[in-house]
């Protein structure tokens, strides 16, 4: 249909305006090449069904399909903003155009980790005293609301670790002072300390003068390192913001097994931009290919080739001090991997909180054929697993490992296999894994 398109334009309406005729047609035939990598996931509190997709052949464009499909509350009156927490802010849209109005907000959250995002709106004013049409008008411009948040900040509708609600503020009157009532989304962050507290944490850490306050990495390696023990192995360390009470136990343990430590290959990852974010591609597989290869970016990265303590010491801190909050995992893999070609297994040390900025990239980690130990930090019996590190495990046929759970690559090979990770239950579909609603 769209060659057919092309040859009408070209040939009847080409004398007359070649340029634009040429444009439009060109788009004609090429349009629609750009799609959404991935489903927007506007929910986690059920990561099977609650969530929303977009089609796979809507452009970006296409802003019709933005639908949140949560628990929705509701408070009487108007919502009360001054009462947000310290770690709360608001984002402010038009009660009418649904446009954001305050998108500096958003710039300065990209430095923190997001942890929810609720929906906050009113159904006046109403325009029929019909309860459906109201209903679908009220829906229509919470799409609106939706894809403008789209628009500026994309990357909160595929991290899997954010989790998202509504309210509706219900009206007393006759909505007579509907735009009085300030509609919009309010966003939960995570407090990061800064880079000197995290580091003295490390050095106090190191010298023996605290404890550790959280086990998990040290625990991680007691019982795994009689598997993973090589020189071939490359361990690959988030250490962005909020991850120095998970490196101290890399660091502790590291500094205990000085005399027998067999890790010598390592990259601290705390990426400097957003360059590695890319949520569309094109459809053609060379196209796609070329541009992934374009899109990898190796700033932010530290590595080291030593098994010293000291040396791997000071390196960490070094790649603490340089970067932003951005979790560029599988670049960091890549790079890690390009670096030591002889690598024969990689150990994963990532954030629960924080979904990678890069997943386009894993179809070129699976190419490379290398198991990825994945260790998630973070995570608590309140939530599921972020599902986007599942998937990395999966993927390159790799193992997972939480505080309490260890899960071997033989699992993703049993098909119906039933497993539980903090308490919830999953089950392996057709080399996917489902999640079981308990």
Known sequence: MRLIFYVFFHIFLFPFKP???????????LGGSLFLEDSILLAQSNPKKNFARRSKKATIL???????????????????????????LFIQTDPLTGRITNPEIIDYLKRYTILNITLIYTNCPRQTEDATL???????????????????APYYFT???????????????????????????????????????????????????????????????????????????LIVADVTGSMSPYMAGLVLWLNMNIQTN????????????????FPI??????????????QQDKTGMVLVRNNNFDVIFERLLEGMQEGAHVENVIEAILHGLDAYPDTKQVILIADHWESPWDSYLLPLLKQRKVPVRVILCGVTPFKPVNRDYLDIAIETKGSFHTLEDDLSEQIWQQEGKIFTILGYRYRIERGDIIFLNN
Not at 65 to 85: C, I, M, N, R
Not at 142 to 151: D, I, S
Not at 265 to 276: G, I, T
Not at 281 to 294: A, D, G, H, I, V
Request: glycine content about 4%; proline content about 3%.
């Open 19 to 29: 340029t634009c005729v040429f444009i439009l047609g060109t788009f004609l035939l």
């Open 262 to 277: 067999p890790y010598k290959k390592f990259v601290f990852f705390n990426d400097d931009d957003l360059f590695s974010y």
């Open 62 to 88: 296409d802003k019709g399909s933005f639908e949140l499909q949560t628990p929705q509350s509701a408070v009487l009156g108007k919502y009360v903003f001054h009462k947000l927490d310290s770690n709360q």
């Open 281 to 294: 591609y094109p459809r053609r597989k060379k196209r796609r290919e070329r541009l992934l290869k374009k």
């Open 134 to 152: 109201q209903a679908k008008w009220t829906h229509t411009r919470n799409q609106k609301r939706l894809a403008e948040l789209y628009r500026l």
């Open 159 to 233: 991290f899997q670790s954010i989790t998202w609600g509504q309210i509706e503020q219900l009206t007393l009157g006759d909505c007579s002072d509907y735009l009085t009532y300030a509609q919009g989304f309010v966003v939960t962050y995570l407090p990061l300390p800064t880079v000197e507290e995290e580091m003295n944490y490390l050095k106090k850490i190191v010298k023996g003068e605290i404890l550790l306050t959280d086990s998990t990495v040290f625990n991680i390696f007691n019982r795994n390192n009689h598997q993973w023990s090589s020189k071939n192995t």
